[in-house]
């Protein structure tokens, strides 16, 4: 551990310096960032920020150029990746499902880092996959193929996988993309209650900031991959911020049914 | 949850998932995995007796039985080890060949249309082969490499132009499209290069290495049938082990780096075993066409699931060459090529699932 964590709960997934880059291009510049058990954060930021890109390097996707990512402690460039599949699962922006998949055939996959050649499938595979499903409210539809599926039950269903990887970590980016307000809200109540009452650590990439407010305890601001702000909803969402960050003129009030803070635009600045 | 019925309403679990252990060995399988295998190698060995049978000099089945246990009069027992077994022999482990490879590469493209003919494995056998015939005897690279035999010659010509497929297609990983976009360019180049050489040759030597382009088991024996035996015994049961991690690649790179998959290593595995089944199966009897691109589609519509089942694809590889063969031989005019056969009889079937299926045809 590089910082002194003044919160009690343990530092489960931290950026240390964190350079990323695509080619030449330096997309996030030296980034310090630290994730503490059981916590929800969000990350938002203005389109090409880097959000996505820093959660990447957060699930070992992107190897950092300069820096490391930690992961309880140790680089996580440098553990096993099946190591690191039992702690940590990932939820990528438009995963891809092959033809002809069904849900129970999508959650059991999920399994794979508890397997091996020899033990495919234990009785525990089995009893973790029938509760992912039904916890999820997806067992009804475990035989369907998850191409049949419409976008709200297919966000559902991959949840359901990263629910039976079993991981304590969960990074989602923007798991509400393509979906209608119902199917987005219905989806972060599930990322929700993942928090709440199965104790994961969740990273969440967010466009809406509305809803990041809602479901996050902790909101990560980005601009030109640098952090700008850090912290609670109320203590990120200013409307100085949003002028800064988002150059949007906004008013911020507190939201009607549940008092965290909600964005009402204005105007573009500049 | 406002809750929207799917498209297609789920019948009650059509297809379970069934658990199998033995000690420490557990899997799951569904029926039909385990029933389409065995009853396409109960057909493919009533294929390959009744194949042992037929042809110019017509034999009994009983009398190729007792043949086959060790009886029989020499003229039978010639015809049937020297010359028919032996071709079946090869045609069997070609089909196996084909098959496996087209489902481990349609699995890691992600692509129903990939086959190894793309991994620039045909195009480079094909420049090795047509140049032995051509060259052969006329020039000194031709001697040199009519020494070092036709079969020899297309294996290294098919592997190199893998080889150089990869090296130009690799970036840190294989990405799929890449791949294929990169073979489908450098086999046409290779198709060019086949064509020069044909106008370069006699009127014989072109008829002789057209039939080797169109694939042929005319005149394959036990010459060709043991390298391919030793390969497939080495490279099957690598194919197998990597069923597992199959199913996880083919989600996209992402979520398989997410669920612990080594991503690049199963890749660069998964393309060199089907690449080297490929050349061995092409440097034998020539690049049939359609085997590997078709097999393994025809397989998983059989079988039903996401992938191409490996087993499935391989035994019905060797059941469409053994009857092609068996067609080839028996109604059709002299040493016509299998290659031809395989497409005439492969198509139609393909065409018929793909009408008849419910799945959306992506092919």
């Avoid at chain 1, 994961?200 to 990560?220: G, I, K, W």
């Avoid at chain 2, 690049?264 to 089907?274: C, D, K, S």
Wanted: glycine fraction near 10%; aromatic fraction near 4%; charged fraction near 15%.
């Amino acid at each position: 551990m590089t910082a002194l964590e003044t919160s009690t709960a343990a530092v489960r997934l931290a950026a240390d310096g964190v350079r990323l880059a695509y080619g030449d291009h330096v997309v996030v510049h030296d980034l310090d960032l630290q994730l503490t058990d059981g916590s929800f954060t969000a990350i938002v930021g203005p389109n090409g920020c880097g959000k996505s890109t820093l959660l990447r390097a957060l699930g070992r996707l992107l190897r950092p150029t300069a820096g490391t990512v930690l992961l309880d402690g140790r680089a996580i460039t440098s553990t096993p990746t099946k190591e690191v599949a039992k702690v940590l699962g990932l939820l990528p922006q438009t995963p891809l499902a092959p033809e002809g998949l069904t849900v129970a055939d999508l959650v059991a996959r999920g399994r794979h880092p508890h397997q091996s050649w020899l033990r495919q499938w234990s009785s525990d595979d089995e009893a973790v996959v029938t509760e992912a499903l039904s916890w999820t409210d997806m067992a009804e539809l475990a035989d369907s193929p998850v191409d049949a599926l419409s976008g709200g039950q297919r966000q559902r269903a991959w949840i359901s996988m990263a629910l039976a990887q079993g991981t304590d970590l969960l990074l989602l980016d923007e798991p509400t993309t393509y979906l209608d307000l119902a199917h987005q809200v219905d989806v972060l109540e599930l990322v929700g209650r993942l928090h709440t009452e199965r104790g994961r650590t969740v990273v969440v990439v967010l466009h809406d900031l509305n809803l990041a407010a809602r479901y996050a305890q902790r909101l990560v601001a980005m601009k030109d991959g640098v952090l700008v702000a850090s912290g609670t909803p109320e203590e990120v969402l200013t409307e100085q911020l949003l002028a800064e960050v988002f150059e949007l003129e906004a008013r911020v009030v507190p939201d009607p049914v549940t008092g965290t803070p909600m964005v009402v635009p204005v105007r573009r600045l500049r | 949850m406002t809750a929207v019925a799917p498209t297609r309403a789920p019948a009650a679990r059509p297809h379970p998932r069934r658990t199998l252990r033995i000690g420490g060995f557990s899997t799951t399988y569904r029926r039909r995995q385990v029933a389409v295998p065995l009853l396409a190698l109960l057909v493919l060995v009533l294929a390959a007796a009744v194949s042992l049978g037929r042809g110019d000099y017509p034999i009994g089945v009983l009398d190729v039985l007792r043949v086959l246990v060790g009886a029989g009069d020499d003229t039978q027992r010639f015809i049937v080890l020297e010359l028919r077994a032996p071709r079946i022999a090869v045609a069997v482990l070609v089909g196996v060949a084909l098959g496996v490879s087209g489902a481990l590469i349609q699995t890691f493209a992600r692509n129903p249309l990939a086959s190894p003919d793309i991994l620039g494995v045909t195009g480079g056998a094909a420049i090795g082969a047509v140049a032995v015939i051509v060259l052969g005897g006329t020039t000194t690279a031709g001697e040199l490499l009519g020494g070092l035999g036709l079969p020899t010659a297309a294996l290294a010509g098919g592997l190199l132009m893998a080889l150089l497929v990869f090296g130009l297609a690799w970036r840190q990983g294989l990405d799929g499209y890449r791949l294929v976009l990169i073979g489908i360019g450098l086999s046409a180049m290779a198709q060019a290069v086949v064509r020069y050489l044909l106008t370069r040759s006699t009127i014989q030597d072109a008829a002789v290495a057209n039939v080797w382009i169109t694939g042929s088991l005319n005149g394959r024996g036990w010459d060709q049938a043991l390298p391919l035996a030793v390969a497939l015994l080495v490279l099957l049961p690598v194919s197998l082990a990597l069923g597992r991690v199959l199913g996880a690649l083919q989600f996209g790179d992402d979520t398989a780096r997410g669920l612990g998959v080594r991503v690049p290593l199963a890749q660069a595995v998964t393309v060199v075993v089907a690449v080297a089944l490929a050349a061995v199966a092409v440097s034998a009897a020539g690049p049939i066409a359609f085997v590997a691109l078709v097999v393994p589609q025809i397989a998983v519509r059989l079988t039903g699931g996401a992938r191409p089942p490996l087993l499935a694809a391989g035994l019905l590889g060797a059941l469409l060459l053994v009857a092609s063969d068996l067609v080839a031989r028996t109604v059709l005019p002299d040493s016509f090529p299998v290659g031809v056969v395989t497409a005439v009889v492969g198509a139609p079937y393909l065409l018929w699932l793909l009408v008849r299926g419910r799945r959306r045809s992506t092919l």
